[in-house]
């Protein structure tokens, strides 16, 4: 069964970074696009970057040069890395994949990871 495991959340005041980490693990054939995605409450999941297994990326207009996303192949893990955190940075990030596995090919869900940012 594969899953999608996010690390690296937490509580952190304006102005500070974090790096967050997914991986995924199971019987996986290969992995296409992964990306990270937040949900702030009361707000619309928004994307907030994405990269190619080919390493080419996108991002959410509000990350503004702020935020960083890679991947490393060989370990199946995404990561994203946050520079100058704002409060309205809050919010649940879930790391989500498309995944050619074993059972299913097609998106996976991490179980998100809170990311707090205080001002």
């Known amino acids: 069964q594969v899953q999608l495991v996010e690390s690296g959340g937490g509580l952190v005041q304006a102005g500070e970074s974090l790096r967050l980490s997914c991986a995924a693990s199971?019987?996986?054939?290969?992995?296409?696009?992964m990306a990270w995605h937040r949900q702030a409450p009361g707000k619309q999941r928004e994307l907030v970057a994405a990269?190619?297994?080919?390493?080419?990326?996108n991002y959410g207009d509000f990350v503004k040069g702020r935020f960083t996303i890679s991947r490393d192949n060989a370990k199946n893990t995404v990561y994203l890395q946050m520079n100058s955190l704002k409060p309205e940075d809050t919010a649940v990030y879930y790391c989500?994949?498309?995944?050619?596995?074993?059972?299913?090919?097609?998106?996976?869900w991490g179980q998100g990871t809170q990311v707090t940012v205080s001002s």
């Open positions: 989500t994949a498309d995944i050619r596995a074993l059972q299913y090919r097609g998106a996976y």
């Open positions: 199971g019987i996986i054939f290969s992995i296409n696009d």
């Open positions: 990269i190619t297994s080919g390493g080419n990326t």
